[in-house]
């Protein structure tokens, strides 16, 4: 008898398996639906990246896994407009399937194993704990250096903007993360996909000058085109940073076969080349914060943090679910603040990716 044991098993429960009830008593309401418990594009990908897209059809041969010179070009040119980053070579940029892939193989992907430590936020999206399971590392959820005392983390997952409660970390903050990082020989990956989403702060790259120096060694930061270009479909992200990380992950996603379709490279070069379309779905966001949030908050919420990113972090000073169960009465689905962490046991996430007319829906219900 085989004595495989599934890696499944190593997996906590896929959290939004269990929110099956609530969904059907939020598809309940007379007036349908509003689903604000995934943060998942609703508005059209852009015509420019769609044009682009249907132009790289006929491409019959293998793509590179290091991604075509173009879009690492278009890669680096982006993050300096963007985000101000600056000495960033192409050779230190790598796109990859989505960034939830890289984060959940990153620990992986860099040969951490059982004697490695992982840390991650306290309140973080569940993916970084999956990637540590699935290396096989030690995973201890920490937002204080203190905390760690003199233990030597092999890896530290930063979020700022966080998912899920939109907090943004200071430029101290970063500065602080990055030389003690470097001082123990710690890899820092920053999760940067909602970087351009800032409401009531200002966020930073950990790639920013003002943050590491100008130095990029042991720094990597996550970018997805999901959110801002509407592209999570496409599978669409990229990682950058350190030259000699970013080439020790290429060297191992050739021969895992890792590789990003030509057509989605195309559209990428497109979404990063073009700033217009990015900023038409920033006010998209924006408006639709605007609409909801006082609703929110008018319902009786106290909204904490959320001064980016595209979620609520809000709470009634009571369990969770019972949160969830009471606005899906009202035929509002929202994520329990459970998923990302102990810490989150009377809080709720709720998304603003639903189109204008469901969220002028929720704020009608929540008032």
Same mark, same amino acid.
């Given at each position: 008898m085989s004595r495989r044991r599934p890696v499944s098993a190593s997996l906590p429960v896929f959290p939004w398996d269990t929110l099956a009830d609530v969904t059907a008593k939020a598809r309940a309401h007379p007036d349908?639906?509003?689903? =604000?418990?995934?943060?998942?594009?609703?508005?059209?990908?852009?015509?420019? #990246?769609?044009? @682009? =897209?249907?132009?790289? @059809?006929? %491409?019959?041969?293998?793509?590179?896994?290091?991604?075509?010179p173009a879009l690492r070009a278009a890669a680096v040119a982006a993050l300096h407009r963007r985000y101000r980053v600056t000495g960033l070579s192409e050779a230190a940029v790598l796109p990859v399937i989505g960034t939830k892939e890289l984060i959940a193989w990153l620990p992986t992907l860099l040969g951490l194993g059982s004697e490695d430590l992982v840390v991650i936020p306290e309140l973080a999206y569940p993916t970084y704990d999956v990637g540590g399971r699935l290396a096989g590392t030690q995973v201890l959820a920490a937002d204080s250096l203190t905390q760690l005392g003199p233990q030597r983390p092999a890896l530290v997952f930063i979020n700022s903007p966080s998912n899920p409660t939109g907090k943004v970390l200071g430029l101290d903050h970063l500065r602080k993360v990055v030389g003690w990082a470097r001082e123990r020989g710690t890899v820092v990956a920053s999760d940067e996909c909602y970087l351009g989403l800032a409401w009531d702060a200002e966020p930073l790259s950990v790639l920013h000058p003002d943050v590491c120096d100008g130095d990029h060694t042991g720094l990597l930061a996550v970018h997805? =085109?999901?959110?801002?270009?509407?592209? $999570?479909?496409?599978?669409?992200?990229?990682? $950058?940073?350190?030259?000699?990380?970013?080439?020790?992950?290429?060297?191992?996603?050739?021969?895992?076969?890792?590789?990003?379709?030509?057509?989605? &490279?195309?559209?990428?070069?497109?979404?990063?080349?073009?700033?217009?379309? +990015?900023? /038409? &779905?920033?006010?998209?966001? &924006?408006?639709?914060?605007?609409?909801?949030?006082?609703?929110?908050?008018?319902?009786?919420?106290?909204?904490?943090? %959320?001064? $980016?990113?595209?979620?609520?972090?809000?709470?009634?000073? +009571?369990?969770?679910?019972?949160?969830?169960?009471?606005?899906?009465? /009202?035929?509002?689905?929202? $994520?329990?603040?459970?998923?990302?962490?102990?810490?989150?046991?009377?809080?709720? /996430?709720?998304?603003?990716?639903?189109?204008?007319?469901? #969220?002028?829906?929720?704020?009608? /219900?929540?008032?």
């Open positions: 349908g639906i509003v689903d =604000l418990s995934v943060g998942t594009p609703v508005d059209p990908v852009a015509p420019l #990246i769609q044009d @682009a =897209l249907a132009a790289a @059809a006929p %491409s019959p041969g293998y793509p590179t896994t290091a991604g075509t997805s =085109l999901s959110k801002t270009s509407s592209l $999570a479909g496409y599978r669409s992200g990229f990682v $950058a940073g350190d030259t000699a990380l970013v080439a020790e992950l290429l060297a191992v996603r050739k021969h895992a076969g890792m590789m990003v379709p030509t057509p989605v &490279q195309a559209a990428m070069v497109a979404a990063l080349g073009d700033d217009e379309h +990015e900023a /038409r &779905q920033r006010d998209t966001y &924006q408006r639709r914060r605007a609409a909801l949030l006082p609703a929110v908050r008018k319902a009786g919420f106290t909204v904490e943090h %959320s001064e $980016a990113g595209l979620y609520l972090w809000a709470t009634r000073g +009571e369990p969770c679910r019972d949160t969830v169960s009471w606005l899906a009465d /009202r035929g509002i689905l929202v $994520a329990p603040g459970e998923f990302y962490g102990p810490r989150g046991a009377q809080h709720v /996430r709720i998304a603003l990716t639903a189109t204008d007319e469901r #969220i002028a829906a929720a704020a009608d /219900r929540l008032a």
